[in-house]
């Protein structure tokens, strides 16, 4: 009965020791486990934060260069702008110096004509003050 006993106290022994052994086992396993997975964790949000910061870049530089071209087009814009203003600008010039050159021409001819006239008349013997008086209002 003793060695009965002393046999089931070390088979129990044994069985406590398996357990605890198990249990240890079981317990590394699961911080390893656990350590394995915070490691892949971290690592995927590092890869993860790299692409977006490179993204973010990418649209960074699209937008900058979107900025620029409607710098550039706003510029070629005023540019045109400027440039009709001048044309429209020359063009009513070059219309008022053909206008004024005509009146110029058509007052010479008038003045000549009158002169013309004034000498006629003056040979004539008519009295050409009054017309040369109105002539110079």
């Known amino acids: ?5 002393e046999a089931k106290r070390a088979m129990l022994k044994d ?16 911080k390893a486990s656990y350590v394995q997975e915070e490691k ?9 934060n790299e692409e ?12 900058r260069n979107k900025q ?12 045109f702008r400027k440039k009709a203003a ?6 009513e010039m070059k219309e008022a110096t053909t206008s004024k050159a005509l009146l110029d021409h058509k007052e010479k001819e008038f003045y000549s004509y ?3 006239c ?4 003056q040979d004539q013997g008519k009295n050409v003050k009054p017309l040369i008086l109105e002539l110079k209002n």
């Open 40 to 48: 892949d964790f971290t690592e995927f949000w590092k890869a993860r």
């Open 52 to 63: 977006l910061a490179v993204s973010e870049n990418i649209e960074k530089d699209e937008f």
């Open 118 to 121: 004034i000498k006629e008349w």
């Open 15 to 30: 069985q406590i020791e398996k357990s605890r052994k198990h249990q240890v086992e079981k317990r590394k396993n699961e």
């Open 86 to 91: 001048e044309d429209e600008f020359m063009r």
């Open 68 to 79: 620029v071209e409607l710098k550039a087009y706003q510029r070629s814009q005023a540019e």
């Open 1 to 5: 009965m003793f060695e009965e006993n």
């Open 114 to 116: 009158a002169e013309k």
